[in-house]
């Protein structure tokens, strides 16, 4: 470990063999009284601090959760029990959605606009090559607890725009004896899942496993995802060591929006194929030994390794109908990227801990390493169309870019808090980030490029208690977000991209910078009662917007002001056998300064197919108001019934930035889920899950193209400006059984 491509390679094994995974110590619903924060640099911790000094909200779901609801995949569960957490399906792959939280998004696809870090045990998994998050990768049944973090907490390091996600997964020694699953129903989807755990004197040890196919809801659109997750642990009096091991081998086809001429069958593919194989690989070695009650040593040592091999079907703009179809005129495309991404780093904290009579001080020094090195390889083939819209070759595929990225992330950062006893704590945090894109052409010289960006981040936060079980808060913090070598390699509006395939030699990107200021307070009412409320406002500089032309090509820019700003009421508890939660959010997101951007296919585009967009214009994909209500009824001590019920206002399609499409908003929907299980024995029970109850026809994403199959074969020359939405699954219905050696 000492030689190598680790520029710290030595410091970073030593510090590593110190660390420590996280056991977060927040428990689901109104008794949540407390997390281990060092949600500093999640998934290793330091010393726990109480909730009620911390200047934010938040919010933590269980295993528990997760078993009592039977979701069908990880992202489902996020989006219906996370309050301020909508999804869209621009994959319209179950697997691979869009999850947004406060209007900032961690999504698998290239050219959203990445605003939330994702870590999993400590483990950056926002991918190298475009801070994009597969959540095919991240095992269901592995996870021990789910946290949402929000604002830009500079602690978390970049694309905490407006929040984090936190990952922690299981160990032997908390879900001890063996568990199995086996489920089947609508679209062809069955899955099988196994886990098993224990402990032997100071050593535990946990493995879970799991495969599910699908043929999908739509045409086109059928997964196959394996994954597998396995660590090992060592506890003794002061020291905690862990290593684990993620797999995953997975296939997911997707099928693209629809242009509202097509909605009539909304099944349909526009073109296809679409398709993403992921073959994964990662280990994580973390550790923390505890000198004494006032300090503690932790960190964390990782590798990831993800080979990407993509194929999109796309129309071909500069096709010419009136001159022969050849190889240098073809009506359709076949794009394939192959991506090989390795994703490395550590990260060692000290916690200082110095308890008085009138003053208690909790201090957390640290940094991190978070380096990538991608592979990058593009190639075009000419195709035709063939009745139902499927591309097919007729040339060889022609290399198109060949391209090396390096990303070097480097973190030092401080998290200080105060008590000052009666329920008041201030908080001072602060991180200074640099980070470097280097960029080599492997084919020219085009593209190479040595980009670098620094900052340092602040954070300030005060807590009060003004009366019993009521915490009040005030923060203040800051956050960035450095442009991913994707971006970089395609911001020229002269020459847009069609993602992920083609890159050219473009303007520099400047760094996104976020700034976030927020009160809130959380409180219980009797035993059985929890509620929260927050408001906020995030105001971001330069933030970096995929400007999208049609609905396949676009570039990337920088936008000079943005804000998002909102509302966020939640309310949990339970009457005698009924669990109840309700959940409010109020988001609105705007442009705040005037810039030209192009975008042709939108009705009110001058002739060069510019538009203006304005202060106060809202930003597309967004939803203002979404609710979530969640019931949760024991029938019997065997029966238990649940539903969830979400509700969103309209959004803005992309490419609408002034809001004066004439198509207007794609509209807002309300969808109910049903779940349930029967306990058959003390170790075996059934379970059912219905989504979409009343098979409610919706749409969860709106994009401006121009639809060029309107007289049957492919025209541009005759394609007519419109809407694309991404169409909302039908009602699905599954049946399952589980088995636990532990009393259900």
């Known amino acids: 470990m000492c030689s190598g491509r680790l520029p710290i390679g030595c410091l970073i094994w030593i510090l590593g063999a110190l660390a420590a995974n996280d056991d977060a110590m927040a428990a689901n619903g109104p008794s949540v009284l407390s997390i281990d924060v060092t949600a500093v640099r999640p998934g290793v911790p330091g010393i726990g601090v109480a909730a009620g000094q911390l200047p934010f909200g938040v919010q933590t779901r269980s295993a528990a959760t997760i078993r009592r609801q039977e979701p069908l995949n990880v992202s489902k569960f996020i989006a219906s029990n996370l309050n301020g957490v909508t999804v869209n399906a621009a994959q319209n792959n179950p697997f691979q959605p869009d999850i ?38 991240i095992p269901q049944s592995a996870i021990e607890t789910i946290s949402l973090v929000p604002g830009s907490n500079p602690i978390f390091g970049l694309n905490s725009l407006g929040g984090s996600l936190v990952v922690t997964t299981k160990s032997g020694a908390d879900f001890p004896g063996t568990a199995a699953k086996v489920f089947g129903g609508s679209f062809g989807r069955y899955g099988i899942e196994a886990e098993g755990g224990g402990s032997r004197g100071a050593v535990d040890y946990f493995a879970t496993a799991n495969r599910v196919s699908s043929n999908g809801w739509a045409q086109h659109n059928a997964s196959r995802v394996g994954q597998l997750f396995g660590k090992v642990g060592y506890t003794s009096q002061k020291t905690r060591l862990t290593f684990s091991v993620t797999g995953a081998h997975n296939r997911l086809s997707g099928a693209q929006t629809l242009p509202l001429g097509m909605l009539n069958d909304p099944a349909q593919s526009y073109t296809w194929p679409d398709y993403a194989t992921h073959h994964f690989a990662a280990f994580n070695a973390t550790a923390r030994h505890q000198f004494s009650a006032r300090a503690a040593l932790a960190g964390n040592v990782y590798f990831r390794r993800l080979l990407s091999h993509e194929l999109d079907s796309n129309t071909n703009d500069a096709f010419n109908v009136a001159v022969p179809v050849d190889a240098a005129n073809s009506p359709g495309l076949n794009d394939v990227a192959d991506t090989a991404e390795n994703a490395y780093g550590a990260t060692a904290h000290l916690t200082l801990r110095q308890p008085g009579k009138t003053v208690n001080n909790r201090l957390v020094l640290g940094a991190s390493a978070d380096l990538g090195d991608t592979q990058f390889s593009q190639l075009e083939q000419p195709a035709r169309f063939t009745p139902s819209r499927d591309t097919i070759g007729f040339a060889p595929y022609v290399l198109q870019t060949r391209l090396e990225a390096r990303n070097r992330y480097y973190g030092l950062y401080a998290y200080d808090t105060l008590g000052l006893g009666a329920g008041t704590s201030l908080t001072f945090a602060g991180r200074y980030n640099w980070a470097r894109v280097h960029l080599l052409d492997r084919l020219g010289t085009a593209l190479n490029g040595n980009h670098v960006f620094s900052r340092f981040n602040p954070a300030v936060g005060l807590n009060l208690t003004p009366w019993h079980g009521v915490h009040a808060y005030a923060s203040y913090s800051e956050g960035m977000r450095t442009p991913t070598p994707v971006e970089l390699t395609c911001a020229d509006p002269s020459a847009p ?21 927020e009160f809130g307070a959380r409180g219980r009412i009797a035993d059985n009662w929890s509620w929260h409320a927050a408001v906020y406002r995030t105001n971001l500089r330069d933030n970096i917007e995929f400007i999208s032309l049609n609905g396949a090509q676009g570039f990337f820019q920088n936008v000079p002001k943005t804000r ?22 109020y988001t609105d997101a705007t442009f705040q300064s005037t810039f030209t951007e192009a975008s042709p296919n939108n009705s009110s585009a001058a002739a060069n197919g510019l538009i203006t967009v304005r202060p106060g214009d809202r930003v597309p994909g967004i939803p203002a108001q979404s609710v979530k209500l969640r019931l949760d009824y024991s029938v019997t001590n065997r029966l238990r019934v649940g539903t969830t019920i979400e509700a969103q206002t309209g959004q803005y399609a992309r490419g609408d930035e002034n809001n004066r499409d004439v198509h207007g908003q794609v509209p807002g929907y309300v969808v109910a889920d049903l779940d349930a299980t029967y306990r058959i024995r003390p170790r075996w029970h059934a379970f059912l899950q219905v989504t979409n109850l009343f098979d409610v026809n919706y749409y969860s994403l709106g994009v401006l193209g121009s639809n060029a199959f309107v007289g049957g074969s492919f025209d541009p020359n005759t394609g007519v400006s419109t809407q694309f939405r991404s169409v909302g699954a039908p009602i699905g219905v599954w049946v399952g059984i589980r088995y636990s050696s532990q009393l259900l």
Not at 111 to 135: A, H, I, M
Not at 497 to 517: I, R, Y
């Open 100 to 137: 947004s939280f406060r209007g900032f998004t961690a999504s698998p696809v290239l050219g959203t606009p990445q605003g939330l870090s994702v870590y999993v045990d400590g483990v950056r998994v926002n991918e190298p090559f475009g801070d994009v998050v597969n959540w095919d990768l």
């Open 564 to 585: 998002h700003q909102g509302l966020e009421l939640s309310a949990h508890g339970r009457v005698g056998r009924l669990r109840l939660s309700a959940q409010y959010t």
């Open 497 to 517: 991209c069609a993602l992920p395939d083609n890159f050219l030699a473009d303007p520099p990107l400047k760094p996104v910078v976020s700034k976030t200021l």
